[in-house]
């Protein structure tokens, strides 16, 4: 099984950046996308971001296009997510995720559903105003 290990997660003032990684080891052979979801206490976990693992195309929800991007260093095995003009409503857990699917639209949309999915521990992003 893939073991996830985020880190990265830190408290920022509104329009600051910051950079979340997630480390994967163990058998990654049946991950073929990974991606970030993020979670507030009471609400369902939500998928942000996501790749193709071995062709590198990419899925956003709309909430953070054109200020989050998401990109793998494959020698490292590691995933990231660069977020840039942090809002407060950005406020959450954030986890990294691993699936089977080669689909990054489909983990985004789907994958915090599945049983299959791989998850890290998480790691807390706070963003004030």
């Known amino acids: 099984q893939v073991q996830l290990v985020e880190s990265g997660g830190d408290s920022v003032q509104a329009g600051g950046s910051l950079r979340l990684s997630c480390a994967a080891s163990?058998?990654?052979?049946?991950?073929?996308?990974m991606g970030w979801f993020r979670q507030v206490p009471g609400k369902e976990r939500e998928g942000v971001a996501a790749?193709?693992?071995?062709?590198?195309?990419?899925y956003y929800v709309d909430s953070v296009k054109g200020r989050f991007t998401i990109s793998q260093d494959n020698a490292k095995a590691t995933v990231y997510l660069q977020m840039n003009s942090l809002k407060p409503e950005d406020t959450a857990m954030y986890y990294c995720?691993?699936?089977?699917?080669?689909?990054?639209?489909?983990?985004?949309?789907?994958?915090?559903?599945?049983?299959?999915?791989?998850w890290g521990q998480g790691t807390q992003v706070t963003v004030s105003s």
């Open positions: 995720a691993a699936a089977l699917t080669s689909s990054p639209y489909a983990l985004v949309t789907g994958g915090g559903r599945w049983s299959t999915t791989r």
């Open positions: 163990g058998n990654t052979n049946g991950v073929n996308s």
């Open positions: 790749i193709w693992t071995r062709g590198g195309s990419t």
